[in-house]
């Protein structure tokens, strides 16, 4: 009777051992390939992939219709150097989207920058020393701005809707009035000769905004700085439980979106050789729309430094293949909502999919 309790108790330990090595790994070996490669498909790589295959379809578009004068060396190098500053604007307006806000006063930092580097004082300082001056005083008025919206968000507990709106308005006033509502023209030469060259025949700008996405995805995937930027925008308050300095981090954010508006009102200064407050009018829907393009969340938490530069460059592709084929304003417009709409739609569709069981 023991020996045949022991033969039942044995059997069934012995067959599912058996189904294990045979049956059971190789089945969950498949469903672990196609799980991979949904994540593959629903993640950043398959955004990314569909971003190419956008960009790519964008390219034949323009060869079809307007041939060798799109596909033109000279035309490639007009579409970078065009994607070039509002590309800068929204490096920074990744890493405010990412964190859970939002900058509606980027466009205008621009102009007030701009403003502000050509004045007869900053330039007769940089003619008497040297064009640093000029730089320096775009970044630092950029990075103010972008302290002061930073410090109403977080300390002031405005929402950043109105906070930067209100930026976005005081910050233009202020462009037209130190400029009495003239354009600036750029004198100094060394600063034309320098952000206005190339180098390996590509220009000076496209290589600024090459170093800066560079350095925006290296602060936003490998560094604590991007970890807690992700955090923030996913969960403020579990954050600030985890120990993370929320408020602090919050401004960090939004200066960091202000130097970059520096950066670009310095490109923008030496691809129009002037500074005005007229300068990047509407750039903060051409950031806003190229970010969430990428795959950034609007809600925050997650965010692509890639996706964006790819949004970046499919936006300015579609107004060059339309400028080139005589198509309104309008029309750019209208194609610009369909894309957004788009691609919000696909964003809280696979964030629906990402959240299911």
Not at 137 to 163: D, H, K, M, Q, S
Request: with cysteine; net charge positive.
């Amino acid at each position: 009777m023991s020996e045949k309790v022991a033969r039942q108790d044995s059997a069934p330990a012995s067959a599912p051992e058996s189904s294990a090595g045979e049956g059971v790994a190789p089945r969950s070996g498949r469903a672990m390939v196609q799980r991979s490669g949904r994540n593959l498909l629903h993640g950043g790589g398959g955004r990314n992939i569909g971003l190419v295959v956008a960009l790519v379809l964008l390219c034949i578009v323009g060869v079809v219709t307007a041939g060798d004068r799109f596909a033109s060396g000279a035309n490639v190098l007009t579409i970078l150097r065009l994607a070039a500053v509002v590309g800068v604007v929204s490096i920074g307006m990744t890493f405010v989207i990412t964190g859970g806000g939002i900058d509606l006063s980027v466009g205008a930092l621009v102009a007030l920058a701009s403003v502000w580097a050509t004045t007869l004082a900053t330039q007769q300082m940089a003619a008497d020393y040297h064009w640093i001056f000029m730089v320096t005083t775009a970044l630092l008025v950029g990075a103010a701005c972008g302290l002061v919206n930073g410090l109403l968000v977080a300390y002031g507990r405005i929402v950043p809707f109105i906070a930067t709106l209100a930026m976005l308005a005081g910050a233009r006033g202020l462009a037209e009035i130190l400029s009495d509502r003239k354009t600036q023209i750029i004198t100094v030469n060394s600063f034309m000769d320098f952000f206005g060259g190339s180098v390996i025949g590509v220009p000076v700008l496209v290589w600024m905004f090459v170093l800066v996405a560079v350095a925006g995805w290296v602060l936003l995937n490998r560094t604590t700085f991007g970890r807690r930027t992700f955090a923030v925008g996913g969960n403020a308050e579990a954050a600030r439980l985890a120990g993370i300095k929320v408020q602090r981090h919050t401004v960090a954010l939004y200066v960091l979106g202000g130097l970059c508006c520096g950066i670009a009102a310095v490109m923008l200064m030496a691809r129009t050789t002037t500074g005005s407050a007229t300068h990047g009018q509407l750039y903060e829907l051409d950031a806003i729309a190229a970010v969430v393009i990428g795959g950034t969340l609007l809600s925050g938490g997650r965010g692509t430094i890639v996706g964006t530069v790819f949004g970046v460059l499919i936006f300015t592709t579609l107004n060059n293949v339309f400028t080139l084929n005589n198509l309104s304003i309008s029309a750019q417009s209208v194609a610009k909502f369909l894309i957004i709409v788009i691609a919000v739609l696909l964003q809280q569709r696979l964030a629906a999919r990402a959240t299911a069981p």
